[in-house]
């Protein structure tokens, strides 16, 4: 019998081991870092869960809310029923949106956003008279949260192993290659909807290969077939444009947020929809179109609230031009790290977003966790993806000296961890230019895909 030390059920954990060996428990924060009860300082390297954007500690935050929270904290939004923090964020949301004439459905989180999606897809098609276009195509490697529909779309096969039957109408392509998606959108007149991360997340951290996704989006133009891109990881400025969408030129039907939108003050989530998906749903028709969805807390005024300050942070310190500099810090930093013969394969250089990556050798022998076990020693705090793989995703308030230590750790623990270099190296931000400097003022628009692939870090495996 293990010994229970706790309550709390935590997520994605195996509860025997954590109630066996007890939990980290998280006092503070400020800026890139994080405390614990005995006030030991971390260097936050996950963002939290990819959401703390803009940092921790951001009191200007926790006042806008607390001023909506004691004004009035919420009421149901069902039907004619609105609050003016909701229809302001909503009104910002569709000027910042990379479609347009936008709309946005308000949620409770990404998974949230994701249910919403497929659920909007299926009676977007029915509305338009062609109800048999229910299937959704996913990609191998795709997180999209985890309720059921989320779960159904995973390209993550752990996440669906004994959860019973999932939503059928379910078509999974290969992640890198669009004559895959080309083909089966060419065969099939039952498709509604290709869902995409534009840099996949929890997968593994892998940017588009050069050319994928304008292919991709042309493929879902040309057989009508809705583009939804899943940005509740790289919204709100994580690959250093305000939405990915927005870096590669997307134009998306439909698209998902979440986390960036309150940087994890609060949870909420937004779909923000084009206007020509929202059409028949806002215009009369013969017959009345009223969509029955929605959730206790779509529009929440508190979470709108604590979005609209998150947004004035951004916008006011210039946060995603900062992150369109930190990448090439980032890239620099820890592309070196992948001459250790354990590490695989180093996937860096978009956005603040990275994945160190394991031999499967490594992975065999419990380098990862050992890795992951001596970064926390050293003050580093973040985890491990599915397959292994270190995740790195700072706030963009993270320093560069705190980016040298983090490469400085990482380095570390992998030696303790019983890595070998191939080459001698020297990890920090004197490593040579591995990625172009992009100066502030040519700014995100001079990002493209041949820019990301001409200029990425070298690696192997
Ligand atoms: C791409 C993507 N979609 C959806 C989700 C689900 O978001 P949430 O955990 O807020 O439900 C996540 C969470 O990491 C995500 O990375």
Excluded at 353 to 362: G, R, S
């Amino acid at each position: 019998m293990t010994k229970t030390t706790t309550r709390f059920w935590h997520p994605f954990a195996d509860m025997a081991a954590v109630s066996d060996q007890g939990e980290l428990v998280l006092a503070r924060g400020e800026g890139a870092h994080v405390f614990d009860e005995q006030g030991r300082d971390y260097l936050d390297a996950a963002g939290g869960l990819w959401f703390a954007n803009v940092g921790h500690g951001r009191v200007e935050i926790a006042e806008a809310t607390a001023r909506q929270l004691s004004t009035l904290a919420s009421y149901s939004t069902f039907g004619d029923l609105a609050n003016r923090p909701a229809l302001d964020l909503a009104e910002r949301l569709a000027g910042l949106a990379p479609m347009a004439d936008a709309r946005v459905f308000f949620t409770s989180g990404g998974s949230d956003s994701v249910d919403t999606a497929v659920k909007l897809v299926r009676r977007y098609w029915s509305e338009l008279g062609q109800p048999q276009r229910q299937v959704i195509i996913t990609r191998e490697h795709a997180y999209h949260g985890m309720h059921l529909a989320g779960t159904s779309l995973a390209g993550i096969p752990a996440n669906q192993a004994s959860h019973g039957s999932l939503d059928p109408a379910v078509v999974v392509v290969p992640w890198n290659d669009a004559e895959a998606l080309e083909r089966v959108l060419s065969e099939r007149d039952d498709i509604g909807a290709f869902f995409c991360e534009p840099v996949i997340g929890a997968g593994g951290v892998y940017a588009p290969p050069e050319g994928y996704l304008a292919a991709v989006r042309d493929s879902c133009r040309r057989h009508d077939v809705l583009f939804v891109a899943d940005e509740v990881i790289t919204g709100y400025g994580r690959t250093g444009a305000m939405f990915a969408s927005e870096r590669w030129n997307l134009d998306p039907d439909i698209m998902l947020t979440a986390k960036g939108l309150t940087s994890g003050y609060v949870p909420m989530g937004a779909v923000v929809v084009a206007g020509r998906v929202a059409g028949p749903f806002w215009t009369p028709q013969s017959h009345p179109v009223l969509w029955r969805h929605g959730y206790t807390y779509s529009g929440h005024a508190g979470a709108a609230a604590a979005a609209m300050a998150n947004l004035d942070i951004l916008e006011r310190e210039n946060l995603v031009v900062q992150v369109d500099h930190l990448q090439h810090v980032l890239g620099r930093g820890l592309a070196p790290l992948s001459t250790y013969d354990v590490v695989a394969e180093v996937r860096t250089g978009v956005g603040l977003l990275t994945a160190v990556d394991f031999t499967p050798e490594a992975l065999a022998h419990g380098v990862p966790a050992r890795v992951l076990a001596g970064l926390r020693q050293r003050g580093v705090l973040t985890r491990l993806l599915a397959s292994g793989a270190l995740q790195i995703s700072p706030p963009f308030v993270v320093t560069e000296q705190d980016i040298a230590d983090l490469a400085g750790a990482i380095d570390a623990a992998i030696k303790d961890a019983g890595g070998v270099a191939r080459t001698p190296i020297a990890v920090g931000h004197e490593e040579p230019d591995l990625l172009p400097q992009i100066t502030s003022d040519e700014g995100v628009d001079a990002f493209d895909d041949d820019h990301y692939l001409r200029d990425r870090p070298p690696h192997h495996g």
